[in-house]
Each structure stands twice: as structure tokens, then as C-alpha cells.
């Protein structure tokens, strides 16, 4: 693999942890379902490609852990109030709030920009006075 994609051997572990843990799930689920079959440690290695003594300590292994209860794992820790606020400003509605925003922003660019008439001005100051009544 090192070889294959010219990286150091650790860095080329890290990048196929996930697929050798994946594919030693699979054995060992394989491995526990062939034991629980009824077949012997030898038509098991033979089958799925391990020696009798990784069948024996897996079935070993299974067996021990079958009565064991494993605590649930801790809830994970509230987030930072900083987080918050970021998820918050990424949700949906404050997209589309944003967005609303800077259209409003640039309808109201356009309007000034086209309407330099003395009557702008007395509407400007009409539509001020109404957006500082509604706060």
C-alpha cells in the first residue's frame, strides 16, 4: 500500500483503518455465525481464511463477553455558546432572512439611484417616517 499510493506506512494505516476495522467485523460476525451453526473450529478457519486458534479465542471471547453489559456511553458535551450561535446563523430561516435582506437592500439601492426627483426626497422622508413608526 505504501508502495502503491507513495506515502509513509503510518500515514497509509491512518488512511485504511476504517476499511481493515470494517472487514474484521465482518470475519468475526462471519466467524460467531458459523460457530453458532453447530461447526468445528477447523471447517470454520478453513472457510473464512483464519487459523483454528482465532476461531477458539473469538468463540472464547463471545462466550465470556455474552453475559457482560456494557454501561451506555455519556451523553456528549453541551455545545459552546459560540456554536450555538453559529448553528443558528447556518439554519435555514436565517439564510433565507439574509437573503431577504440584501434584496431588500439593493430594491431600495435601485429606487434611489433611479428616482433623483424632488418628489423622491418627499417620499423618502414619508417611508422614513414609516419605518421609524413601525419599530
Not at 485504511?16 to 458459523?34: C, K, M, N
Request: proline letters at 6%; a positive charge.
Amino acid at each position: 500500500m505504501v508502495r502503491l499510493i507513495g506515502c509513509s506506512g503510518r500515514y497509509a494505516d491512518q488512511l485504511t483503518a476504517d476499511a481493515w476495522e470494517r472487514a474484521w467485523q465482518e470475519r468475526e460476525a462471519r466467524i460467531v455465525a458459523l460457530k453458532e451453526a453447530g461447526r468445528s473450529n477447523r471447517e470454520v478457519a478453513r472457510e473464512t481464511g483464519v487459523s483454528e486458534g482465532t476461531v477458539r479465542n473469538l468463540a472464547a471471547q463471545k462466550k465470556n463477553s455474552a453475559g457482560i453489559t456494557h454501561p451506555e456511553p455519556p451523553d456528549p458535551p453541551e455545545k459552546p455558546e459560540w456554536q450555538k450561535k453559529l448553528d443558528r446563523l447556518e439554519s435555514p430561516e436565517a439564510k433565507a432572512l439574509h437573503a431577504a435582506l440584501v434584496s431588500l437592500h439593493r430594491g431600495f439601492d435601485r429606487f434611489t439611484s433611479l428616482t433623483k426627483s424632488p418628489h423622491s426626497e418627499r417620499f423618502s422622508l414619508y417611508v422614513g417616517a414609516a419605518l421609524h413608526c413601525e419599530r
